[in-house]
């Protein structure tokens, strides 16, 4: 298995593991991607630029706006009708998973990697999935933490600091976000 394949079995990676540079080496030639992605202004490129990034044709109904940031890309699928707004932030080695007619505001970030608690392991890494169910809508600055799942129709509040589970038809908020309506 090559160092993604561990991470995403559920392996915690030690900082100084002999193979964690090919990390660096993949958000490397990511982050030379991006820099093309978020100077364009033209959606056909962009389009092109995240199929290369993410290795997923985009779908037509798919929008975008940048600069939007993501460390690796190929771990990260988006369904149809998905908007994505500006300045978003995605670490998703765990694997991001954002199914259709999604809405995400700007600034939210979707993280899928975390270090362990002990001073002397937090250099490694270990990461969790994330996914976004259908119709879902993230709000502004949310920050959706590793191995949640945001639920059908649910909407995460601009702010939220989301760390558990989202049932379908709510509404969270907060820090750390609870449920605070449920939506017919």
């Known amino acids: 298995m090559d160092i993604f394949e561990r991470l995403q079995s559920g392996e915690t990676i030690p900082f100084n593991d002999p ?23 033209n959606m056909e490129r962009v389009r092109e630029l ?41 670490l998703d080695i765990g694997g ?5 007619d999604v809405l995400i505001g700007p600034k939210v970030s979707l993280i899928t990697e975390s270090h362990p608690l002990s001073p002397a392991e937090r250099k490694a890494l270990t990461v969790k999935p994330i996914v976004i169910k259908r119709n879902a809508w993230i709000g502004a600055g949310a920050t959706i933490l590793p191995g949640v799942t945001v639920g059908e129709n649910a909407v995460v509040a601009a702010g939220a600091v ?6 379908a038809n709510t509404v969270v908020a907060g820090v750390p976000a609870k449920v605070v309506r449920t939506l017919e």
């Open 96 to 100: 991001i998973s954002i199914e259709d």
């Open 162 to 167: 989301v760390n558990k589970d989202v049932p």
């Open 50 to 90: 995240w199929g290369e990034i993410s290795g997923f044709p985009l779908n037509l109904t798919f929008a975008i706006q940048v600069p939007v940031y993501i460390n690796i890309g190929k771990f990260t699928s988006i369904g149809k009708n998905v908007f994505i707004n500006h300045d978003c932030s995605f």
């Open 19 to 41: 193979y964690y540079s090919n990390i660096h080496d993949a958000a490397s030639h990511t982050t030379k991607l991006l820099a093309e992605f978020n100077a364009t202004t």
